[in-house]
């Protein structure tokens, strides 16, 4: 919806809302479970390879750790086109379907082909393409979902509804923190290497199985209805989500948006395209994914153990969820800039703390608390805003494909992130200087940039209808 006229049944759009951001707890769900998971993955696939160096060794496993991403730039891409043709609903209900056999599937990647923990190294190349396939749907999910909540939210509750899929995404972390660190208490250090991880891989398949039941009983969104010519599937949805004056004033907006512009690319120019693209790219480089993919060895570099680096990662996670709340509650009230602006600020400060931390080899409570003031920066800030951003700022006519772009480059910026991480941890020599803190002294660095990025070219979308904001992009 567009229209803020007449009274709004919230209560049928926040329950669209929800349905649509389980999309978003599948995205954190499988962003966590491979921190429990990635030292069993590396003993398990990669320590083995004796014939490999140890830059090759690194490579390997970063690359075995951020598969999935790979898979997630595949599916952003192919999810525009696919909900333009099939619908947000349909489109949901395939990333749902493809994550639930995934998910099953990498846990116990022998299937059908050996024993279980028979393959060794070997299986290793099923894992990944299970792993890929999972990718696929959540790269689906993270670009259908938020642009499902922004088509069915009315404008001056846009922000609260969108900041539902981040929100969910780290709602789903925390959860999976806990799955893990339960699965990873009812046995040794040696069985989770064995067995445990399978157990935390396959327990996605839940999380999944909801998706699909909740995308299977909503309908699709008055915008694709009509884009489509269903214009009376359209107008009762609307009737529906609003009284009949806004209902049809809303009707005459999306028309207008959709036919105003060719449906080209560069339609607004190419201005709105690099904003969305460099706001998923700042968003990756900032270093999240790398502290979320790998918090129990950040914490394990710093001498804790497997229980005790899995509990400190839940802590990790409570933070993320807090803030993210908070974000909530500010994104309608303070704007999207500010929030963007004080939180790379925060994470800047951060991370260069931890690189400090790390260098110094302190070890102990203040690694712990810059890593949640990092976190919470960035829960406040990059995490659900650029999301909002993101289903709000491209026009109607080219929404599909520009956000295609946008969440690609977000996915492809992820794995680099995941494998240098990797890559820049194991490395001896950088380790002999700086004792594991290079990486967050880079992360440092971007959030500057991240900063400056915003405060320079970034607009302000706070209040206005989706249509408003097509006026703040003009072809030159």
């Known amino acids: 919806m567009t229209s803020s006229l007449g009274k709004v049944n919230m209560g049928l759009v926040m329950g669209l809302a929800i349905g649509a951001a389980l999309g978003g707890l599948l995205f954190g769900y499988d962003t966590a479970v491979i921190s429990g998971a990635e030292e069993a993955i590396v003993h398990n696939f990669v320590t083995p390879r004796t014939d490999l160096t140890e830059v090759a060794r690194n490579s390997l496993a970063g690359t075995a750790i951020g598969i999935a991403l790979l898979g997630c730039v595949v599916g952003s891409l192919i999810a525009g086109p696919l909900a333009t043709a099939l619908g947000r609903r349909i489109g949901m209900l395939i990333a749902a379907f493809l994550f639930f056999a995934s998910s099953l599937l990498s846990g116990y990647p022998e299937f059908g082909l050996a024993p279980v923990g028979q393959m060794g190294v070997d299986g290793l190349n099923p894992f990944m393409i299970y792993r890929f396939i999972g990718g696929v749907a959540i790269g689906m999910a993270s670009l259908i979902s938020p642009l499902y909540i922004a088509e069915i939210a009315p404008a001056k509750h846009r922000g609260l509804l969108v900041t539902f899929q981040q929100i969910a995404i780290v709602g789903g972390m925390l959860l999976v923190y806990f799955v893990n660190l339960k699965i990873a208490e009812t046995g040794t250090d040696e069985w989770v290497l064995s067995t445990g991880w399978r157990h935390m891989l396959a327990s996605a398949a839940l999380p999944a199985a909801l998706f699909f039941v909740a995308a299977f009983v909503m309908p699709d969104t008055p915008r694709w209805y009509v884009l489509k010519g269903k214009d009376d599937k359209a107008a009762k949805l609307l009737g529906e989500l609003n009284d009949p004056a806004a209902a049809q004033a809303t009707m005459s907006e999306i028309r207008g948006s959709l036919t105003a512009h060719s449906g080209k690319l560069l339609s607004f120019g190419f201005g709105v395209i690099v904003v969305g693209v460099l706001l998923s790219v700042f968003q990756q480089f900032v270093g999240i994914n790398a502290v979320l993919y790998y918090a129990p060895l950040m914490f394990k570099n710093i001498g804790a153990g497997t229980d005790q680096a899995l509990f400190q990662t839940v802590l990790v996670g409570a933070a993320n969820v807090v803030f993210t709340l908070v974000a909530t509650f500010t994104v309608d009230r303070w704007g999207r ?135 703040l992009w003009k072809k030159p």
């Open 337 to 471: 800039k500010p929030l963007l602006i004080l939180g790379a600020l925060v994470m800047a400060a951060s991370m260069a703390a931890l690189g400090v931390l790390f260098q110094q080899k302190q070890e102990g409570t203040l690694l712990l608390y810059a890593a949640m003031a990092y976190i919470a920066g960035f829960a406040l800030s990059w995490g659900p805003v650029v999301w909002v951003l993101l289903s709000e700022m491209f026009p109607n006519s080219i929404k599909g494909k520009a956000m295609a772009i946008a969440v690609a480059a977000q996915w492809i910026s992820n794995y680099i992130v995941t494998w240098s991480f990797k890559v820049i941890d194991g490395d001896t020599a950088i380790n002999a200087t700086f004792n594991h803190g290079l990486n967050y002294y880079i992360y440092a660095g971007f959030s500057v940039l991240a900063a400056i990025f915003v405060w320079k070219f970034v607009p302000e979308t706070k209040g206005k209808t989706l249509e408003a904001i097509e006026g």
